[in-house]
């Protein structure tokens, strides 16, 4: 089954070093801004907004 979510996305940008990706992450339903410092972290924020039960396994 397929599943419509949208997010805020609010990238900052540092102009000494605009090449590292910080920003915000925010689900529209529901939820509170998530920050994240890298491309990594952003994307396991995605995994974790997306897929909430395997992390609720995962911090067991």
Known sequence: MRTI???IL???VD???PETLRGVLQPVAEGAPQ???N???LL???HGMLNP???KEKSR
């Open 5 to 7: 979510q949208v997010f």
């Open 10 to 12: 609010r990238l900052l």
């Open 15 to 17: 102009t000494e070093n």
């Open 35 to 37: 920050p994240f410092a």
């Open 39 to 41: 491309e990594q972290a």
């Open 44 to 46: 396991d924020l995605l």
């Open 53 to 55: 039960e395997v992390e």
